[in-house]
């Protein structure tokens, strides 16, 4: 698979994310809420560097269906959120396609009572959206190409890679329980 971003560019990207994240909160208690399952690596890689008074939340959002590389029906399971009322929220997510998932997370948050709320996504594909909004905070912007690793999934394979890649074709394709590794390369060394 070709590599978009390498593991330095993703450490490099976190990195000038969370001295952002640092100087605008600064010393203000702050609930990061996670959405679940693509955000867990940006989700651990950030939340270490993040020297301020912190809360951790999840919340899930589901749209992919299927064999689909498209966005079927979103469903939110909001059970692993903390109380967010009265509190200063960051919602973290792997990418902003479409925008729908984000706008419909920020729209539930929203109705709970925070004293703020802002979105912040490792990537963002251009020439996508379809929302009349922007996250607050866009690490890397892509071009409109599938891509896994570093917590992104296709078919909840690859989310381990330390890398961002864009998925093959010849894979897009393939019997989904055949799935192949990444390529020949160690990931340790990729
Ligand atoms: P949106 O609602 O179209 O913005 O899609 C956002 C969600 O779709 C993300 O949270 C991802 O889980 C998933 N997604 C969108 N594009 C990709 C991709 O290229 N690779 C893996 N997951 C993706
Ligand atoms: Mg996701």
Do not use: W
Not at 44 to 51: F, G, H, K, Q, V
């Amino acid at each position: 698979m070709k590599q978009l971003l390498t593991a330095k560019e993703l450490e490099e990207g976190v990195d000038q994310l969370a001295a952002r994240l640092r100087r605008e909160y600064l010393g203000r208690p702050l609930t990061v809420v996670g959405v679940l399952t693509g955000s867990i690596v940006l989700l651990a890689d950030l939340i270490r560097r993040l020297d301020l008074p912190l809360r951790v939340g999840l919340i899930q959002a589901r749209s992919y269906r299927g064999a689909a590389t498209t966005p079927g029906e979103l469903t939110v399971n909001a059970d692993l959120l903390p109380d967010v009322k009265n509190r200063e929220v960051l919602l973290l997510d792997d990418i902003f396609d479409t925008g729908h998932t984000l706008e419909r997370l920020l729209t539930d948050i929203r109705a709970l009572g925070p004293i703020s709320i802002r979105s912040a996504v490792l990537l963002r594909k251009e020439g996508r959206s379809e929302v009349d909004f922007e996250p607050d905070y866009v690490v890397f912007e892509i071009p409109d190409a599938f891509v896994v690793g570093y917590g992104l999934d296709f078919h909840d394979a690859y989310r381990n890679l330390p890398y961002v890649a864009a998925l093959d074709d010849e894979i897009a394709n393939v019997d989904l329980d055949e799935l192949p590794p990444p390529g020949d390369c160690d990931p340790r060394d990729c």
